[in-house]
Each structure stands twice: as C-alpha cells, then as structure tokens.
C-alpha cells in the first residue's frame, strides 16, 4: 500500500473521535426516528399539499410535524442540547452537544410515492458527527452508526465492500445538478470517466447502502449539514471513509462537498481526480 493509501486508512480510523456514545443516547435516536416514521407513513402516497421554500425545494406536513415531534421529545429528554434542523430555527446554539434533523430527506422521492427518502438525525459532540440514524420508514430499514461502534441495519451488523479500483466502482449521486458551480461540475467531469456504474437519484440511500456493501462511492456537493451529518457514523461504523473534497473529516462548518467511500483505499483516487 502506498503512503497516501496507508494515510486514508488511518483517516478512516480517526475520522471520528472515539468519544463515548451512550447506550442512552442510542436509545434516544430511536425513539426519535420512531416518532418521525408515526408522523410520516399516514402521509406516504395520500394527497399532501406541496409548498416551495425560498431555496425553491419541496416542503410538506410531514417534513414539518416530523420535525416537530422530534423537537418535542428533544426539549424533555435533553434540554441542555443544541437542535438544528432543517425545517425550523436552531435552537441552545452555543451547546456542545447538538441534533442534526432532516425530517424527510429526499421530499422529492416522498411526494412522488417513492420510498427512497429517509428521515436523517445525528448528535454532534463538539461539531463532530458521533451517531447518526438513517430511517427508512415504508421499508422499515434503519441504519444506526455510532463513534467506535459497528454500524447496524434492523440490528444486525453491516460493512462495506472490498473494491480499491475506480473502473470496478459501483458509484452513485443523487443528481448531475447538485453540482451546480462550474468548478464542481468541471470535477465531477473529471471523475466521471475513471468510474464504472454511475447511478443517480436515492439521496440518504445511496450512503446507507455504501454502509452495507452495494455501492463503493458516493460524491456529492451543495449539501447541508442536516443533508450529511447522519451519515457520516453510519459509513464510517460500517469500515467506510467520509471526507469533504479535500480529504479533510466532516465535521460542522464544513462546505458541503462529500465523499463517501466503502473501500479507504478508493479514496486517494477519487480525490485526486476532483483536485483542481
């Protein structure tokens, strides 16, 4: 293994502080993600009224009194903690701990009747994504990551997949249009002839089945922090690596542009080809 390779698999390791994540802490994310899916699945291929935000994205009911109930029984299980979410104000902004929300991530794929969408909850622990849940609450799939735990589907242990070539890649992205500046686009551009399979669409998903071994590569940009912060433990529990563009840990603050790989030796390449 080269430098840089040896360089990213110790990344992969430490990508995450292995700060304690409570058992309590992870039953809360459960019940969290338990009370959004009640919210959620009386809404899945019902009429609902579609409203554009001022960034022009879907919003629903269900993205709104998800969010709500997570809030809720954030305010009475840990009132000292932060919140940011995607679809209210922030709130206690200055905590150390802090929930990440994205209520439906992916309203795009809900309202169509869809079930790719997913709901996306994180703790961060000084700006460092330490769990996170990807729920999938049609298909009753959930992802659970936590700092130095095995990453969990329903339960039951998950990993990533051995691939350490491009041209072998099963690569995904959600849409060739979240890349909307020239110079992410322009990278993109470079990447895409070194990949093999490149699908689109899927948001969340894409990330929880890097976790599980179906995809290898996941490249994205434009994205928010409610978009990414779950993810990040899940891809990391499961042997996976996350980083920005420029191969630096995810963390709050971070620009948004993301990779996710199931095999670390992947990443080298990867970044080298988005490298201006």
Avoid at 29 to 55: T, Y
Avoid at 199 to 227: I, R, T
Wanted: aromatic fraction near 4%.
């Amino acid at each position: 293994m080269d430098g840089a390779g040896a360089a990213v698999l110790k990344m992969g390791m430490t990508e995450i502080d292995p700060r304690p994540v409570s058992a309590a802490d992870i039953a809360l994310i459960h019940r969290l993600a338990d009370a959004a899916g009640a919210v959620i699945r009386p809404h899945f291929r019902q009429p609902i009224r579609i409203e554009a935000k001022a960034d022009a994205s879907p919003v629903t009911i269900a993205d709104r009194d998800a969010e709500a109930a997570i809030r809720a029984i954030l305010r009475t299980a840990c009132p000292g903690d932060g919140i940011v979410g995607e679809e209210f104000p922030d709130e206690n902004v200055n905590a150390s701990r802090t929930w990440v929300i994205d209520p439906i991530d992916g309203t795009q794929a809900f309202v169509a009747g869809r079930p790719l969408f997913g709901t996306l909850i994180a703790l961060l622990d000084d700006g460092v994504p330490v769990l996170g849940v990807i729920d999938q609450c049609i298909a009753g799939d959930r992802w659970v990551g936590a700092a130095g735990q095995v990453t969990t589907l329903n339960g039951a242990p998950v990993t990533t997949r051995n691939c350490g070539l491009l041209a072998a890649a099963r690569a995904a992205t959600t849409s060739p249009y979240l890349f909307r500046r020239d110079d992410d686009a322009q990278a993109f551009q470079r990447l895409r002839p070194l990949l093999g399979d490149v699908m689109y669409g899927g948001d969340n998903h894409n990330y929880a089945l890097v976790a599980s071994g179906h995809l290898d590569l996941v490249v994205e940009a434009g994205l928010k922090l409610h978009d990414w912060a779950a993810l990040v433990p899940v891809v990391i529990g499961a042997g996976g690596v996350m980083t920005d563009w420029a191969g630096e840990p995810l963390r709050r603050g971070s620009n948004g542009r993301v990779i996710a790989v199931g095999d670390p030796i992947l990443m080298p390449s990867v970044l080298a080809a988005l490298a201006p």
